[in-house]
């Protein structure tokens, strides 16, 4: 078999740009439940990440409001010291109240005391990646926090700056302030319009336009989550014709979208996760898009 997927680069106009295999591992599920508290099965969870590395995955991606801090401390369990080709991309912007629910922070104080959590929990000397998650409701300005993102890159704390969950126009002031390497939107097969999901996620094909034109990767959350609603009938009549899951055809539509999408599909099982790896070797024709829509 062929993998179709090659690689993508982070930080194209950096001067130290990332390359990665083109599909990576997103860890938000490896938690307890909601997102909460420690993951039911400890091993299970670091045998994944292992796997995941053993199977040439070289991005993942995690944040510390993820647990909090759960997700971040298994990275570190299962993986350091890093391999060299490994990047891991977090978020900021946000943190988790006792009640388990979601609010921002994402002032210029705030984003750097997650910065110092995230420094503490990975153990790296510079932080591979962070996007700086929008939050609905913040009281913070978008451009003061890109600001504070910047600075912190200045202050070496940061290699790559990301954002994540941006409409078009914070996508454009954000580039106008420094080198963005990486956008992290709501993106699927059946999200490509801009709407509130979970979170308050913004996803937008308007976004991926900007990205390919600007040689930007656009890593999709929620990216089969929000992609198997019922009733996507020519999906899972492709997906049975090719004589593969749903959920790997979505992946498969994914990599076939567009060269600069970095799908990051999560799961909490070995076997899961393999199972989405092999959608890499899925070849999809231009006739097979067509049909898609």
């Known amino acids: 078999m062929t993998d179709n997927t090659s690689t993508i680069i ?15 591992y997103g860890t938000m599920r490896l938690t307890g439940k909601e997102i909460w508290g420690e993951p039911a099965d400890r091993n299970g969870a670091l045998a994944v990440l292992k796997r995941a590395v053993a199977l040439g ?36 912007g946000a943190r988790r109240k006792e009640d388990k629910s979601w609010v921002p922070f994402s002032k210029p104080e705030e984003l750097r005391q997650s910065i110092d959590n995230n420094l503490k929990e990975l153990k790296p000397e510079q932080l591979s990646l962070v996007h700086f998650r929008v939050m609905p409701n913040s009281d913070a300005s978008f451009e003061e926090s890109m600001d504070a993102m910047f600075e912190l890159q200045a202050a070496g704390k940061i290699h790559h700056v990301g954002v994540s969950n941006v409409t078009a126009e914070q996508l454009q002031i954000a580039m106008k302030k420094g080198n963005i390497a990486s956008v992290q939107n709501l993106y699927g097969y059946a999200q490509r319009t801009t709407m509130a999901g979970p979170q308050g996620g913004v996803g ?29 009938n020519k999906i899972e009549e492709l997906a049975k014709q090719k004589g593969v ?12 979208q567009s060269a600069w999408i970095l799908p990051i599909p999560g799961t909490t099982s070995v076997e899961h996760l393999e199972e989405n790896m092999q959608a890499r070797y899925i070849f999809l024709t231009k006739e097979d898009m067509a049909f898609l829509g």
């Not at 094909?205 to 009733?231: H, M, R, Y």
């Not at 899951?245 to 076939?256: E, K, P």
């Open 10 to 24: 982070i930080g194209k106009d950096s001067a130290r740009p990332s390359t990665v295999n083109r599909f990576g």
């Open 245 to 256: 899951t749903t959920a790997q055809m979505n992946l498969a539509w994914l990599l076939h």
């Open 57 to 92: 995955v070289n991005y993942i991606d995690t944040a510390d409001y993820y647990g909090p801090g759960v997700t971040n401390r298994l990275i570190c369990e299962a993986l350091y010291p890093y391999p060299a080709d490994l990047i891991i991309g977090t978020k900021i």
């Open 204 to 232: 937008g094909q308007e976004v991926l336009t900007i990205c390919e034109e600007n040689s930007i990767p656009l890593i999709p959350f929620f990216s089969l989550q929000t992609s198997l609603p019922k009733g996507q």
